[in-house]
Each structure stands twice: as C-alpha cells, then as structure tokens.
C-alpha cells in the first residue's frame, strides 16, 4: 500500500542546497517549497536512492508495483542518482536495503526512498509489505510488516547537505478496524524530510493499466515540466490524481525542511530523460488495489488474528494483537498472558566468566559492545541509523589464519560419506563454548555456557545442487528455482524451512542414519571451531576468508561461489561464513534469555519463525561474525537461503 515513493519527484533537486529559510508544517495541507541549485558534484555526491517495489503478495497480488519501481529507478538514474533497487523484496531483503541505504547516507547528500507495494495503518504507524506477506494471517501482516519508520530512521542521521524525499504510492486503510479506517497522526520526521503521500489517512491508492496512478501522475508531470518548483509539481500530480479518480483518491504532503527546493535536474540529465508515460490519463482500474482488503468480517478478522496467537509463548505476539486491536475482545486476556510470559521468563544468567569451569585466564574477554541493526526486532533509533551495519576492525592483511584462544580440543574426528549421492560429513566430538556476544543486539545475549554433551556429525558443506538434485530425482524434494547456479557444486539456494525438511527426511529413509537440521547451538560450535573470537579466524575481518561482499575475491554479486572455494575453519568446516545463509532446527526466540544449555533444538509449539545464520554472499564483511542470527518464516523462499546437514552419532 505504499506504492510509490514520489521518489522521483524530488530526485533532481533533493540533492540540491537550500537558500531561503521556509518553516513548514506537518499537516496534510502545507507543502514546504525551497529554491535550490545543484551542489558542487566534487564535493557533494548526486545523492542515494533506495527504489522497492513488492508485487509477489499470496493473495491481492500487484502486477504494477516493480514496473513503477523499474520507472522510477531509471528516472532517478538519469538525474545522477546512486540507486538501489529491490523487487519483490522479504522482510529480510527490506531489511538489509535499508541497513545499505543509511550506510551510503553517510557521505552525505539527498536521500530518497521509494515504495511501491500494499501498505496499511495500524495504530499510529504505517507499514510497508514485504513480499510473500499473507493478508489472510492478520497477524503476520503486524510481525512481518516494515515500519515506515525503520526507513526514517535510515535517513535520520546527521550528514552534510542532507535533504530527504520519501514518496509512498499505498494505501492508508486500517484494515482492523472498519469503523476508523486511519490517523492523521505522523511519525516524527527527522530535520529536513519531506513525506509524499499518494493517498490520505484512511483512503486508498488506486493501480492503473500502465502503473499506479499517483506513479504514472508523478513521471508524467516530471517528463512534461522537469524544473519547476517541488509544491507546485506535487500540487499539479495531486490535481491530476484527483481528476483521475474522480476526487476518490487524495494525495497529501508532510514535511520538515526547513527552507525549500525546486525539482530542477542538470541540462545533461534532462536531455537525456525519456518519458515514462505518454497518455494525459491512467485509465483506473480499481481504486482499492493497493490496499488490504479482509474479505472476512471485522469481528472474523480479529477471531482470526487471536486464532493464530492463543497458544504463542511469546509477549510479542500478544502486543502485536493489542497493536491491531487495544481495545478488542480478547485485550484483557492478552495483557494478562503478556504479564504471565514476563514474570515465566528466566533472569539474566551470570556472565560466562562467573560459570566457566576453566580458568579465568583460559577465556578471552568479550569482545566489547559493537552498533549494529540488523536483527533489532525493533525500528533503530535516530542516533544508530548512522551506522546500520555491525562495527568491525577493519580488513587487514594476515598470514594463514590460526585460531586463537581456542576452548578445548581440536574435535574433528574424521569425514564420511553414507551414499555417493550424501554429502560429507565432519564427525565433531562433545564440547563446551560461550555462546552468542554482548553487542547491543538483544537477540545475542546473554552471552551463555552451553555444553554439547553428544557427538554429531555435520556437513563439510553446504548442500549443493547435486544433492539436491539427487532428492528432486526420487521425487522427494521440489525442484530448484531458476536463481539457483546450474554448477553441481553451487550451494543449493532458494530453498525455505520446510524445503529442507524434506531433505534430510529423504536423507535419513534412504541411508537408514538420523539426519536432521544442525540445532542452532550445534552451528555456532561447530562455526567457532575451538575459538572465541569475533571470526574463527580470529577479532580482525581478512581478506578472502568468507564469501560475502567487499570480502576480497572471488566474489560475484550474481550469486555465491560454489562450495570449497574458500578456506575451512579449525574443524574443516567450509563455507559457514557467508555463501547462503543457513537454516538451522531452531525456532526463532527474540534473545538467548531461558535457552538450553546441552545444545538440544529450542522449539516452541506452533513455530513459523525459524533460524537462520552465517549471513550470505550479498551482505558485507559486518555480517560474517559467527554471532550473527537472525530469522525467516519457515514456509517462505528466499534466493539467500541454503542449509548444511547434520546427523546424530552413536
């Protein structure tokens, strides 16, 4: 529901200075209008741009919204803009590009961020869907969406020349609560950000035959006249919306800047623009597709929100109600089971320094409290958005990697393969280690003693295409996408949760041996290797050491390299940083408070939420930390995700 991030609209003078002081306000009536040139390009970037457009909805799909995002990349490509784009995107992808996003803000310069997609209000926020969201599951919607202000937060740090532009092409309906369809109440913007709205609180924003009206109004009004002042642009492709929809959809305006600008590209640009739209008109199509739309019942809908919750054991799950509904049928019962989990829940453990049977002086200290955003399950605030990624030394040329530090003995006993078809398995003997870091990411702490108190073997490496394959052959597993690397030795990628279940279920009929999905506590012992270092390579990123981007060679941003490419941690273990993320047994918990401590599978009746770790080949080097967790619903398929094996030892 928020389509369309006028995004294009100011691109070519949101990276443009500001002259004349303008106090704006924040109602749906004012508009902020600045004159503004162009910067100095030496000295001040064109400006970034994060475009996403989610269509792939299992129900009211959009066929439009990465068509509209296409246009508006290209769009604000000619006008200089450093673009990125994300189609289709997960949580997970929404995530990760707004965590790139804030990180190339830094420099400095106009930012815009563009939204085409279904949307929604709920209490005081708006929310952006991901792709693959069920409007079916209420609840996911809540749990699954992306707040609008998680991308505010992106581009609320202070930086030179700043200027941001946010332009959302969605619906703002209220989709739990027929009778208050929507707010005029306003995230608080950060200084000088401009929020365009294809529709007003409570409405929604109509899909045309070439793309959503708002969009094509905007491209259509930047091809016509691409200098001109931005209030009266917005206030020419809010009139041409209005007369579009016959006054059913109404666009609106919020802002911060101080002063104003005008949407003026640089000749070069403009002569090389070409129009995205031709026709005076979008001809409508329904004027409530970008919004969600539950063809149940009000009440029904909420029945069946609380269906899918009543026996959850998170608090979370219970607020998210409370958030759709503060004052529905079940909020008495949801508060006393928030109150109930809280009081259940077990306190903070000791620092493992306190618990360790070794020596003091045999672990290391902790690494010390590092920024990061990615696995926050809340929006980051102001002062973090500056630095979304992990906060790690910086790359350094090192020798051959030694572990160091290590607990306990070196554990590899030895590889097997049980078929021809069977991946090889590392054999790794009982052991203990501390797991998880004290950053400021709450999904890994405490830092905690855990003991794996059997043997199990694990995969030298990920699944790969072969094996894969090998299940598809017996009709056991379904096929692999087109995204996957035809190389038998590419790492089986695209896959979900429940995808890999059915793996290691052929796996284990067709061998007669116990395989399974690594627990999460397995994976980390097995990824650290003996050490307690930030890297199993030691506290100090090195170039070549995992398969991720700016991580050193090869890396391609197609896909990952196939398995073995790079070097094996202590235990002879390939790939665990990086490549595809994996999935692990374990349900997702939003911290380590009441974990197991013998490493057995942490579950929770009725999971959809599943965890994955290691990070990909997409992310960065501050996503390669061993620690690093984060999750996925179990049923979804996403182009970053891959598993390894496991299998219990007699």
């Not at 790492?491 to 399974?516: C, E, F, H, N």
């Not at 049923?635 to 030892?649: E, I, P, Y």
Request: with cysteine; glycine share 8%.
């Amino acid at each position: 529901m928020w389509r369309k991030l006028l995004l294009v609209c100011v691109v070519g003078a949101l990276q443009a200075q500001w002259i004349d002081a303008f106090a704006t306000t924040g109602s749906p009536q004012a508009t902020a209008t600045v004159q503004v040139n162009f910067p100095d390009e030496i000295k001040v970037g064109r400006g970034v741009a994060l475009v996403i457009g989610n269509g792939a909805y299992p129900v009211l799909a959009l066929t439009n919204a990465t068509r509209d995002a296409k246009n508006v990349s290209d769009r604000l490509a000619s006008l200089g803009f450093e673009v990125i784009t994300r189609t289709n995107a997960t949580p997970l992808d929404m995530k990760l590009a707004l965590a790139e996003f804030a990180r190339r803000l830094q420099r400095g310069g106009t930012g815009v961020f563009y939204f085409a997609g279904h949307g929604f209000q709920v209490a005081n926020d708006t929310m952006l869907m991901p792709s693959g969201v069920d409007a079916r599951l209420p609840a996911s919607l809540v749990t699954d969406g992306v707040n609008l202000a998680d991308a505010l937060a992106a581009m609320s740090a202070p930086r030179p020349h700043k200027l941001n532009l946010v332009v959302l092409d969605t619906c703002l309906n209220n989709p739990f609560d027929a009778a208050n369809p929507g707010t005029t109440a306003l995230p608080a913007l950060p200084a000088q950000t401009l929020i365009a709205y294809a529709t007003a609180p409570g409405g929604f924003a109509a899909d045309g035959v070439h793309g959503g009206v708002y969009t094509h109004a905007l491209l259509q009004a930047l091809a016509d006249t691409p200098a001109q002042d931005a209030r009266l642009l917005l206030a020419r492709v809010a009139a041409n919306v209005r007369a579009d929809t016959h006054g059913e959809q109404r666009p609106w305006v919020a802002s911060s800047v101080e002063g104003g600008f005008a949407l003026a590209a640089s000749a070069r640009n403009d002569a090389g623009s070409t129009p995205f739209v031709t026709a005076n008109s979008e001809a409508v199509v329904t004027l409530h597709s970008r919004g969600i739309l539950p063809k149940d019942s009000s009440e029904q809908y909420e029945l069946t929100f609380w269906d899918s919750i009543k026996d959850s054991t998170y608090p979370s799950d219970y607020e998210a109600y409370l958030k759709a509904y503060p004052n529905g049928r079940f909020a008495t019962l949801a508060h006393a089971r928030i109150e109930r989990l809280r009081a259940a829940a077990p306190k903070a453990q000791p620092a493992p320094e306190a618990t360790h049977a070794a020596p003091a002086s045999a672990v290391p200290p902790l690494p010390p409290e590092k920024p990061r955003t990615m696995a926050a399950p809340t929006p980051a605030p102001a002062a973090a958005a500056a630095s979304p990624a992990r906060a790690i030394t910086p790359a350094a040329p090192a020798p051959a990697p030694t572990p160091e530090k290590t607990i306990g003995r070196v554990t590899n006993n030895g590889e097997s393969k049980d078929c021809a078809a069977c991946p090889t398995m590392v054999s790794l003997s009982p052991g203990s280690f501390s797991m998880g870091s004290s950053t400021d990411d709450p999904s890994e702490k405490p830092v905690h003693h855990v003991t794996i108190e059997a043997p199990f073997a694990i995969g030298k490496y990920e699944v790969t295409v072969e094996q894969w394959n090998a299940c598809v052959d017996a009709k056991a597993c379904p096929a692999l996408s087109s995204d996957n690397n035809p190389s038998k030795t590419a790492p089986a990628r695209d896959l979900s949760w429940d995808d890999a279940q059915l793996y290691v279920k052929w796996l284990a009929k067709t061998t007669g041996k116990p395989y399974r999905l690594p627990t999460e506590a397995e994976w980390e012992y097995a990824d650290r290797g003996g050490t307690s270092t930030q890297y199993w390579w030691g506290d100090r990123m090195s170039k070549g050491m995992a398969n991720c981007k700016e991580c050193g060679d090869p890396w391609h941003k197609e896909g990952p390299e196939n398995v073995g490419t790079f070097a094996a941690n202590p235990y002879g273990l390939h790939d665990m940083n990086g490549s595809v993320w994996e999935w692990v047994s374990d349900c997702w918990h939003n911290s380590y408070q009441g974990a197991p401590s013998d490493g057995r599978t942490w579950d929770a009746p009725g999971c959809n939420m599943r965890v994955i770790r290691g990070g990909s080949w997409r992310e960065g080097a501050n996503y390669m930390l061993t620690s690093t967790r984060f999750k996925y619903s179990a049923s979804v398929r996403q182009s970053q995700d891959g598993f390894r094996v496991a299998k219990d030892l007699k």
